[in-house]
């Protein structure tokens, strides 16, 4: 697959500039095994790189041009380096806009590129596509031009460009993710501090598979900011009876039962399934490094059930796929991934049942909602990296 992706890359380069790339870069995209909505919240989540990614051919020229070929639009767009930017109608080209103007703003100069890139990385889906192409890009730039910049600065130049350029107020763990990423290894991130460890994923005989239930509600950026609100009414209400505590984590649940009556209880069960999120993802990590799947599973479980009653962010296409896979033969866990109201489940699959979990959950999903989900079988896999330089293996 990611020869390919390398080939049709290439060839895109090729058609675009009638010339060889003389680098290529690979940047991925991301999941989150665990931790959901407390990225805002003090706490930890636990994403990884995974095998799918944007791949980018790239060649210096020597003028003061960057001119980009985006072969799965079939568009292309340039700028001088030597000129302000500013956020234009092409929404792929103001992730890469945005990168430069922070590395711009930063005082570090750059030169002419010529860039062509293509993905696996399906769009819409959850899997940070985004943060591949701002990060990617600042990776190169980072590496063809000595910015001697080092990687958490990457994943927040990122996560900046996003901010000024794409106007979504994303959390760090996207970008965190891609540039961080190590093979076989998940990230226990604390989103505040970017403090980080990392665990051993330990999945023998087991896989994770992503269901894409191909909706998207409306509702995703109101109920997310609703949650928001939610969540911060109780915070404001734990803190004056407990000012004590540093961090919304170090809240205990008897605390939040004593704040209960003056929050409320919408604001009570979003806090309550924080909470219990937070302490989750460190539970998670240690069933991963332990090879315990049947406990991560289960875990896994308990947060798609959180989501859905308590934080109230899933929907009825998510709900109905993640209790029909639950019933196949096989399957440890399974629950929604991302913020909520459509996108992907995570599903945690004996290797040898995956095909038949597919096939049944398909033709169950699509008689009841005449979708044809779509699957993403996917392993962990490194950041961002330098495939070749003038096609050396390196």
Not at 13 to 36: D, H, W
Not at 248 to 266: K, Q
Not at 342 to 366: M, R, T, W
Request: hydrophobic residues 35%; aromatic residues 12%.
């Amino acid at each position: 697959m990611q020869e390919n992706l390398i080939n049709y890359t290439k060839e895109a380069f090729r058609s675009a500039f009638e010339s060889e790339p003389e680098r290529i870069f690979l940047a991925p995209g991301r999941i989150n095994i665990i931790g959901e909505h407390v990225d805002y919240s003090d706490g930890f989540v636990l994403p990884a790189a995974i095998d799918k990614h944007i791949c980018f051919a790239v060649k210096k020229t020597d003028d003061s041009t960057i001119s980009f070929f985006a072969k799965d639009f079939n568009d292309s767009f340039n700028f001088d380096v030597n000129e302000k930017q500013f956020p234009v109608s092409q929404t792929w080209v103001n992730y890469l806009l945005g990168v430069f103007n922070v590395v711009q703003e930063a005082g570090k100069e750059v030169g002419g590129l010529q860039i062509a890139f293509s993905s696996t990385i399906p769009m819409g889906s959850g899997l940070s596509s985004s943060a591949a192409l701002e990060c990617g890009f600042a990776y190169i730039l980072n590496e063809l031009f000595d910015l001697h910049l080092n990687k958490k600065e990457l994943a927040l130049i990122g996560q900046k460009s996003e901010h000024t350029f794409v106007g979504v107020k994303c959390g760090i763990m996207d970008q965190f993710s891609s540039v961080f990423g190590k093979e076989h290894q998940v990230i226990m991130l604390d989103c505040n501090s970017l403090d980080h460890q990392y665990f051993e994923a330990n999945l023998e005989g087991y896989s994770l598979v992503l269901f894409d239930s191909c909706v998207k509600h409306t509702h995703l950026t109101s109920g997310y900011n609703d949650r928001r609100n939610d969540v911060d009414n109780g915070k404001k209400i734990l803190w004056q009876k407990f000012p004590e505590i540093k961090k919304y984590r170090d809240f205990t649940f008897e605390m939040l039962d004593e704040a209960r009556t003056e929050m409320g209880e919408i604001s009570y069960k979003r806090c309550f399934y924080l909470l219990k999120e937070i302490k989750r993802v460190e539970k998670a990590a240690k069933a991963l490094s332990e090879g315990d799947v049947e406990y991560l599973g289960q875990l896994l479980n308990e947060t798609h059930s959180g989501l859905s009653t308590e934080f109230e962010v899933s929907c009825n296409e998510l709900d109905f796929m993640v209790e029909k896979t639950l019933q196949e033969n096989g399957v440890l866990g399974a629950r929604i991934m991302g913020g909520g109201f459509g996108g992907c489940s995570i599903n945690l699959i004996k290797d040898e049942n995956v095909s038949q979990v597919i096939e049944n959950i398909s033709a169950q999903y699509k008689q009841a909602y005449n979708i044809d989900m779509k699957v993403y079988q996917v392993k962990i896999s490194d950041g961002i990296n330098e495939y070749y330089r003038n096609e050396i293996v390196i």
